[in-house]
Nanobody
Framework: QVQLVESGGGLVQAGGSLRLSCAAS????????VGWFRQAPGKEREFVAA????????YYSDSVKGRFTISRDNAKNTVYLHMNSLKPEDTAVYYC????????????????????WGQGTQVTVSS
């Protein structure tokens, strides 16, 4: 069983930045593809960004492309989501998810492809 713990959320003004972290309990985290999703009140969970276990492949939703950057430090069993130029519509609970992958370059972009989920961290962007 892999436990994921998100941190770094908070309240920020529009145009500001935050860095979310996703720390994993497994020492095999280096073989897990990781994704970030978010869910706003009354809306479905949506994909934000994903990274392969090697870190060599990344993928972003159109709504965050150019503003958010996903990265990982396998030595620290941690994946980061750097969020810049935040907008009020980025307000949501952000979740990280992980799944083992046979390919160093594979990324997953749908919730069903992920086996493990964190509890989420709230991000609120004020206008």
């Amino acid at each position: 069983q892999v436990q994921l713990v998100e941190s770094g959320g908070g309240l920020v003004q529009a145009g500001g930045s935050l860095r979310l972290s996703c720390a994993a309990s497994t020492r095999f985290f280096g073989t897990y593809a990781v994704g970030w999703f978010r869910q706003a009140p009354g809306k479905e969970r949506e994909f934000v960004a994903a990274i392969s276990w090697s870190g060599g492949s990344t993928y972003y939703s159109d709504s965050v492309k150019g503003r958010f950057t996903i990265s990982r430090d396998n030595a620290k069993n941690t994946v980061y989501l750097h969020m810049n130029s935040l907008k009020p519509e980025d307000t949501a609970v952000y979740y990280c998810a992980a799944s083992s992958s046979p390919s160093s370059s594979k990324v997953f972009t749908t919730p069903l492809e992920y086996h493990y989920w964190g509890q989420g961290t709230q991000v609120t962007v004020s206008s």
